[in-house]
């Protein structure tokens, strides 16, 4: 949460609105968010048809895409520092790493929990286009047994 919000937070998050810290607020909103969509398409809460869904699909597909080049472009962040082989070096190195590698909030991770929410999402919208072909073809055999 912002200081605006009452949650708190730094200065540094109003300013800077891709800090770690409102970063992993946003992914874990849309987290949740994904979460709910995915419930709903598994409950039948929502249908869309194959063609609404391409540009959507597309659109994860180039997102999941991206993260994948972004995950191998950062993979010296993953690598602790080299900072003299004493152990004020060491500590730091291992500082530095976790926070840059391993720590909630960072590149690694945030790119990590991107890519399972653009799954998620994937997956919900997969789910929904089922609902939907299942829906379509009760329709068409209730009106075929009709006549």
């Given at each position: 949460m912002l200081i605006a919000d009452g949650g708190g937070g730094s200065m540094s998050d109003i300013v800077n609105p891709f800090s770690s810290g409102s970063m992993d607020t946003a992914v874990k909103a849309a987290t949740a968010e994904t979460q709910k969509l995915l419930a709903a398409a598994n409950g039948g809460g929502f249908r869309v048809s194959p063609e609404g869904v391409a540009p959507i699909k597309k659109a994860l597909t180039d997102l999941i895409n991206d993260l994948n080049g972004k995950s191998e472009s950062?993979?010296?962040?993953?690598?602790?520092?080299?900072?003299?082989?004493?152990?004020?070096?060491?500590?730091?190195?291992?500082h530095d790493h976790k926070g840059a590698a391993?720590?909630?909030?960072?590149?690694?991770?945030?790119?990590?929990?991107?890519?399972?929410?653009?799954?998620?999402?994937?997956?919900?919208?997969?789910?929904?286009?089922?609902?939907?072909?299942?829906?379509?073809?009760?329709?068409?055999?209730?009106?075929?047994?009709?006549r």
């Open positions: 950062i993979y010296l962040l993953n690598q602790s520092p080299q900072l003299g082989n004493h152990p004020y070096g060491h500590t730091v190195a291992a391993e720590a909630e909030g960072s590149a690694s991770t945030a790119i990590e929990e991107l890519k399972k929410l653009a799954e998620q999402a994937g997956q919900a919208l997969d789910i929904a286009v089922a609902k939907y072909n299942e829906s379509d073809s009760a329709a068409f055999d209730a009106l075929k047994y009709k």
